[in-house]
């Protein structure tokens, strides 16, 4: 099994394979027990931000890891996958600027992937 942050690079490099925009990491470690990383990309549609959805889950599955559990899937504009060790949330454009988690959580250190 790989370790979390291989596990972080393989769902930012299948968000980036699908045109995700945008993606960053947040180690939150710091800040709250929930989890330990936040990866957080923009689509600029709902097939789109679907698509991305989709091939994280694909490529984390070949790696032998399920997710926890999915919110938002069926709306597309914030898809939430919670795999435990790292939360993914994919926005569109409107719902990123709207929510602007970075900002909520500004005492996070950013990690480069």
Do not use: C
């Amino acid at each position: 099994m790989k370790t979390t942050e291989e596990l972080l690079k393989v769902a930012v490099d299948a968000l980036e394979d699908k045109k995700g925009e945008d993606v960053s990491v947040l180690d939150i470690r710091k800040v709250t027990v929930i989890s330990d990383y936040f990866i957080i990309a923009t689509g600029n549609n709902p097939s789109q931000v679907q698509a991305m959805a989709d091939n994280v889950e694909e490529a984390l599955g070949r790696e032998g890891l399920e997710k926890k559990s999915t919110e938002g899937y069926e709306a597309a504009n914030w898809i939430l996958l919670d795999y435990g060790d790292f939360i993914i949330h994919i926005f569109d454009r409107d719902n990123r600027s709207f929510y602007d988690i970075e900002r909520i959580w500004k005492d996070a250190d950013k990690v480069e992937i």
